[in-house]
């Protein structure tokens, strides 16, 4: 039997929410980009998470995932973003006090859903598309409304699985 895990081997909050972004990203369907989010409020309670997809119980052979190519022929026009759909989903109407997880940084469409919600902070993992302007744009919105956004460091995070694996219920190899 493994010992009981101490104090030093807790996630932090941060890495909590953020792990549960990753994983939330896994539902997405979009065989290039999984998003997922995580939306938070002051007493660390969840009230939302989202990852990319088509409208929900649409016919999905009906769209595609490309994305080149004619424009109403791509995923672009037709995908909700995962902060979209953790808004969206969200248990609470007001937002103001909340803050946001997301794996991707954040494109300007769901800068301004964030930013309309009163959101104060944001924290993503990845910045692939750091000079494209949608991206620019979000973080045009974010710096003049005074939101917090920040780069999540998460260097440590097969450090962090590592640390578990002796924590893993038995029946999973
Ligand atoms: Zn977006």
Redesign the pocket.
């Known amino acids: 039997m493994p010992d009981k895990i101490t104090n030093k081997q807790n996630l932090s909050w941060d890495e909590y929410f953020m792990g549960l972004a990753i994983f939330t990203s896994f539902r997405s369907k979009d065989p290039s980009s999984k998003v997922g989010a995580v939306i938070v409020d002051e007493n660390n309670h969840i009230v939302g998470t989202g990852y990319n997809g088509f409208v929900a119980g649409i016919d999905e052979s009906k769209f595609s995932w490309d994305r080149e190519g004619d424009f109403l022929s791509t995923k672009y026009p037709y995908v909700v ?1 995962a ?2 759909n953790a808004i969206l989903n969200s248990t609470k109407t007001d937002l103001s006090k909340c803050r946001v997880y997301v794996t991707l940084a ?2 300007n ?2 800068a301004k859903l964030l930013a309309q919600k009163g959101i104060k902070k944001i924290y993503y993992l990845l910045d692939k598309y750091p000079e494209v302007e949608t991206f620019l744009a979000a973080r045009r919105i974010f710096d003049i409304k005074k939101i917090e956004y920040k780069q999540f460091e998460m260097d440590n995070l097969y450090g962090i699985l590592d640390k578990f694996k002796n924590y893993y219920p038995e029946n999973i190899k």
């Open positions: 973003h902060e979209a954040t494109c469409e769901c």
